[in-house]
Nanobody, 115 residues
């Protein structure tokens, strides 16, 4: 079983940058597919970016070219570098890890993009 804890959220102006981190505990982290999702008020949770255990990535069209997902298996960390942030990126961002049909979520971190 994996426990996930996000950090790095906050308030940023449009055009600014933030880096979210997700710290994982538990074994076999390197075998997990990981990802970031977000949920804005009144909207459904949506996928932002994923990374397989082999390093393949996938991004939502709305963040392509602005966000980058990465992982450090040695430190059991997942990152989401967010550049050129827009007000519509405002949401609670959740880290997700999955392996063999089992999925785990963090508690979320708030990102607010506003001037």
């Amino acid at each position: 079983q994996v426990q996930l804890v996000e950090s790095g959220g906050g308030l940023v102006q449009p055009g600014g940058s933030l880096r979210l981190s997700c710290a994982a505990s538990g074994s076999a982290f390197s075998f997990y597919a990981v990802g970031w999702h977000r949920q804005a008020p009144g909207k459904q949770r949506e996928l932002v970016a994923t990374m397989s255990s082999g390093g393949s990535t996938n991004y939502a069209d709305s963040v392509k070219g602005r966000f980058t997902i990465s992982r450090d298996n040695t430190k059991k960390l997942v990152y989401l570098q967010m550049n050129n942030l827009k007000p519509e990126d405002t949401a609670v961002y959740y880290c997700h890890g999955g392996l063999n049909g089992n999925g785990y979520w963090g508690q979320g971190t708030q990102v607010t993009v506003s001037s």
